[in-house]
């Protein structure tokens, strides 16, 4: 029998604390030997016995219990992976400064496997230089820090500081044990990745749209936050939980997109373009809904094109050194449309998957050869879009 993963669940005392009981079940059910580790702060919002019965396992907070096991050692020496959920900004600052007066901060520094920080507080504590430096320090040592989410925070206040989503933050770590690297390789990175199909309106009603469902663009962009990329993620028409520590900007049209996607890319170090961007778009608006007429044929439907947002940022590269991803979603002729297509826009990489009514589109898994313009080509068989997603960054982390 094959030993179980060993998960160190580290709880320090924010009010999010509570999400990290679903957490938790989450790890356990997917077969992880959790051990939590509450701070004795973390303990005013959720209790000991929680995390025991949940875990099956001790939670203690102080070094001082069962010595003789050496647990402010042991836990952290024979753990496969780290994750603090919620991380506090005591919490990041005590572990940017070395500190060991708990069990948690003391397995911290024992440990020599991935760690993970999921920090959630107030947006002037996240912002707080000291915090920032902290956080800094923390991913310059090689820890993966998710960045938070934006929405409610504890009173009626929104902005950024909230704890992603449990199931998000089990993804990033999921994540993180498969590939089981300490150094996540694209720290210190910013990745702009496209998503979804853009809409196209004819009138307030009606649009000319595409069948992309974003999955692809979303498994690239859950994949670079586990290593340890900054990601912000333009994602078009898409109804698709958002990823831990991505920042979503929402577009409608291709023109949209490309506002999106040229200003975030101004300081990114890789582009992927998964999205379907309409080649077309109606030249005409209707401000009012096209009725029906009795007796007469509808008018046609004139088109204009759309600008090229893949050529454009290929050409003409925000930074140099810039690695551009484009996306060939072919019907026939796969490869050697790929290939063409490659020359034409001038990018770096393509993906090149064919498509159709009920294949890629929506579904789980993927098909696609990568193709490189010094001339190699990958092929990645039938499987699931991370798969892909995984050989992608591959290719870009070589080019960075
Ligand atoms: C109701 C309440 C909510 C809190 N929420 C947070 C929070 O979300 N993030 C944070 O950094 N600190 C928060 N704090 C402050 C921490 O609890 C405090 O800094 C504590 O010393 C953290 O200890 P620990 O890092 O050892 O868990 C909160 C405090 C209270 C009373």
Same mark, same amino acid.
């Given at each position: ?14 009010i ?6 679903e ?15 509450? &701070?004795a702060?973390?303990? %005013? ?15 203690? #907070?102080? +070094? ?20 603090? *959920?919620?991380?506090t ?15 948690l901060?003391?397995t911290?520094? #024992? ?26 320090t ?8 998710? =960045? ?5 925070? #504890?009173?009626?206040d929104?902005?950024k ?7 998000e ?5 999921r ?6 690297v300490?150094?996540?390789?694209l ?20 649009f000319?749209?595409?069948?992309? @469902? ?6 690239? *962009?859950? &994949?670079?936050?586990?290593r ?18 991505v ?13 999106? $996607?040229l200003?975030?890319a101004?300081?990114? !170090?890789a $582009? ?17 809904k096209?009725?029906?007429? !009795? ?6 439907? *004139?088109?204009?094109? %759309?600008?090229?947002v893949?050529?454009e940022?290929?050409?003409?590269? *925000?930074? +140099?050194?810039?690695v551009?991803?484009?996306f ?14 490659l ?7 393509? $993906?090149?998957?064919?498509?159709? =009514? ?10 696609? +050869?990568v193709?490189? @313009? !010094?001339?190699?080509? #990958? ?20 080019r960075?």
């Open positions: 029998m094959v030993d179980k993963p060993k998960v160190v669940l580290g709880v320090s005392g924010g999010a604390a509570y999400k990290a009981c957490l938790l079940r989450r790890l356990t059910e997917s077969g992880h030997d959790v051990r939590v580790v509450p &701070t702060a973390s303990l %005013n919002f959720v209790g000991e016995a929680t995390w025991s019965a949940l875990s099956g396992n001790p939670a203690s #907070t102080e +070094v001082w219990e069962s010595v003789h096991e050496v647990p402010h050692v042991r836990i952290g020496q024979s753990a496969d992976l780290v994750v603090v *959920a919620p991380a900004a005591d919490l990041l600052a005590k572990a940017a400064h070395g500190l060991a007066d708990d069990l901060t003391n911290l520094l #024992t440990a020599r496997c991935p760690v993970v920080f999921a920090p959630a507080m107030h947006t002037e504590m996240w912002e707080h230089p000291a915090t920032q430096e902290n956080v800094a923390l991913r310059r040592r090689g820890a993966l820090v998710i =960045e938070p989410a934006v929405g409610r925070l #504890t009173g009626k929104t902005g500081g909230r704890l992603p989503d449990p199931e933050i089990f993804e990033v770590c994540r993180v044990l498969a590939r089981g300490t150094e996540p390789d720290a210190g990175r910013h990745v702009v990745i496209s998503a979804g199909g853009t809409r196209e309106p004819l009138d307030p009603v009606r000319l749209g595409n069948r992309s @469902s974003g999955k692809q663009g979303y498994a690239l *962009a859950r &994949t670079a936050v586990a340890g990329a900054r990601v912000t993620l333009v994602a078009a028409n898409t109804a698709l939980a958002d990823p831990a520590g920042d979503v900007v929402r577009v409608g049209t291709a023109v949209q997109l490309r506002e999106a $996607v200003k975030a101004a300081d990114a !170090d $582009v992927v373009m998964a999205a379907a961007v309409a080649d077309f778009r109606p030249a005409e608006y209707a401000g009012g096209i009725k029906k007429k !009795d007796g007469q044929d509808p008018a046609p439907v *004139a088109l204009v094109r %759309n600008p090229d893949l050529a940022i290929s050409a003409d590269r *925000a930074r +140099v050194g810039q551009v991803v484009g060939a979603a072919e019907t026939d002729d796969v490869l050697a449309n790929g290939r063409a297509k020359a034409r826009k001038g990018c770096d990489l393509l $993906v090149v998957n064919e498509v159709g =009514e009920s294949r890629t589109f929506g579904s789980e898994e993927n098909e696609a +050869v193709l490189a @313009s !010094d001339g190699s080509e #990958t092929p990645v068989p039938y499987g699931p879009k991370e798969a892909l997603a995984e050989v992608i960054w591959d290719q870009v982390a070589v960075l």
